[in-house]
């Protein structure tokens, strides 16, 4: 082989790895949002179970899973309380 092409071949592996751990993060982080906002519906729809017993309900809408895929189960937990306190 040609020692241009070896060290073109290098250059190529160097830039994907930079490209790659340049671009993990955000992939990690949207990662966790998806989990998060998949565990706070799951969160929401068993409140919701149980809370048919006790005429409460909270709605599962595109807002109230950004805020449990933000901030997790303390979203949940929010989402609760102001729909205990501020009857939203």
Do not use: E
């Amino acid at each position: 082989m040609d020692s241009k092409f070896i060290l073109i071949f290098l250059a190529c592996i160097g830039i994907i790895l930079l490209f790659g751990k340049t671009f993990l993060w955000p992939v990690k982080k949207v990662a966790k949002f998806i989990g998060n906002s998949i565990l706070g519906a799951l969160l929401i729809f068993i409140i919701n179970l149980v809370g048919v017993s006790f005429n409460f309900h909270i709605g599962l809408n595109i807002v109230t899973s950004i805020i449990v895929g933000i901030l997790g189960i303390p979203g949940a937990v929010l989402l609760v309380i102001l729909k205990i306190f501020c009857n939203l």
